[in-house]
């Protein structure tokens, strides 16, 4: 499961805890809520960074906006929190090093943040994919790629837009939860599919955002380039 998603699983659960205890009269939920919530901030820009198994320039900049807003809600000085900040990026590129490996041929994940981010999939055995998209948008284009029986996209788009290239010939599955957000299979009618034809489920997350399925991709983007982010990937096409 990608770091974002697992941040805004807990920053819900967080606040329907904070929430709970409000009504329980055991804290002050307004106030608690107004001293600490640039913490959602930071920790979305910490997962990005996560995800993307690098610092770069988009999660750091959700990161130190973050930092900033903590430091004024609690009147901290800023001079006070460089070095700490600087440490956890030089953590969080040490623990990059490893990471970037580990990713297989038969997965793949799109990542954009403040921007947008392409990722190609040539895997022979597809079973998995993740994308997500904040204030942003993030393509994960499919069409190269092959499914044995079955695969899963888990697609979060978070003020921003997803969009997930198939070839035609899958059958899609799409499902998920829109909040002030919506998602839409936009695949064209290609006659009846055979039993056995592969089957692409499609989770969608959509906050504020959408996420859409098409097979037929705008004008421009029959061949779109391989981002930065997919060229450690063993799965994605090189220039």
Known sequence: MQPVRVWMGIVLIGLGVVGLLGAAGVIDAGT??????????????????????????????????????????????????LWPALLIVVGLLVLSGPARRRSTGNEAAALAVLGGSTVRSTSAHLDHAEVS????????????????????????ALFGGVDVLVPPGWRIV???????????????????????????????????????????????T????????????????RP
């Open 133 to 156: 998209a904040m204030f942003g948008g993030a393509t994960l284009d499919l069409r190269d790629a092959h499914i044995d029986r079955a695969a899963r996209v888990d697609a979060l």
């Open 32 to 81: 608690v809520t107004a001293r600490w919530w640039p913490l959602v901030v930071i920790g979305l820009g910490l997962a990005a960074m996560v995800a993307q198994r690098s610092p770069s320039f988009g999660p750091l900049v959700v990161t130190t906006i973050g930092v900033a807003l903590l430091a004024d809600v609690q009147d901290w000085p800023l001079r006070d929190l």
């Open 174 to 220: 799409l499902r998920g939860l829109p909040v002030f957000g919506g998602y839409e299979d936009k695949t064209r009618g290609h006659g009846p599919l055979p039993a056995d034809a592969p089957v692409l489920t499609v989770n969608a997350t959509a906050v504020f955002g959408g996420v859409s399925v098409t097979d037929k991709p705008a004008h421009g």
């Open 222 to 237: 029959t061949a779109p380039a391989p981002s930065s982010e997919s060229a450690d990937r063993p799965d994605a096409v």
